[in-house]
């Protein structure tokens, strides 16, 4: 596994006030202990599982520097893509073929996949930030209906 998963992760928790490259190390730290404590028979897949042992750690390091932010918590509920279950990325990927516009899935890979902040995606496509989330929260909404 390489480190983009870390990256994407650290720059949504650098986007509420703490410093990407400190995050970067301590995301590194938490893959490494997800490839290595990571159970191939669980049916969860290996990404799935780093990337919530990976937000674990940088709530764990909120948590020591201060509280997290609501819409930080709220957020990690359902840990980035993983959306509170095992979906196959097969299926997320018919589900945007079929029920999003060509901008919401361009704008959702944009953030999830590519791991663009909002400010770049509207920079990108000359949306207002706010625009830009109401795109990926939208798309998360219709995502979780078919789950």
Not at 75 to 86: F, I, K, P
Request: aromatic share 10%; proline share 2%.
């Amino acid at each position: 596994m390489n480190t983009r998963l870390v990256r994407i992760l650290a720059r949504k928790f650098a986007n509420s006030g703490m410093d990407e490259e400190d995050l970067f190390q301590e995301g590194m730290l938490a893959l490494f202990k997800a490839e290595h404590t990571f159970n191939p028979t669980s049916g969860a897949k290996l990404e799935t599982y780093a990337s919530r042992v990976i937000t674990n750690r940088f709530i764990d390091v909120w948590r020591k520097v201060g509280e997290a932010p609501d819409e930080l918590n709220e957020e990690t509920q359902g840990g980035a893509l993983c959306l509170d279950n095992e979906m196959d990325l097969e299926e997320i990927r018919k589900i945007l073929r079929e029920q999003v516009s060509d901008l919401e899935r361009a704008i959702f890979n944009s953030y999830y996949i590519e791991g663009f902040s909002y400010d770049e995606i509207g920079r990108i496509f000359e949306l207002p930030r706010k625009k830009i989330d109401n795109i990926v929260q939208k798309v998360k909404r219709k995502i979780k209906e078919y789950i």
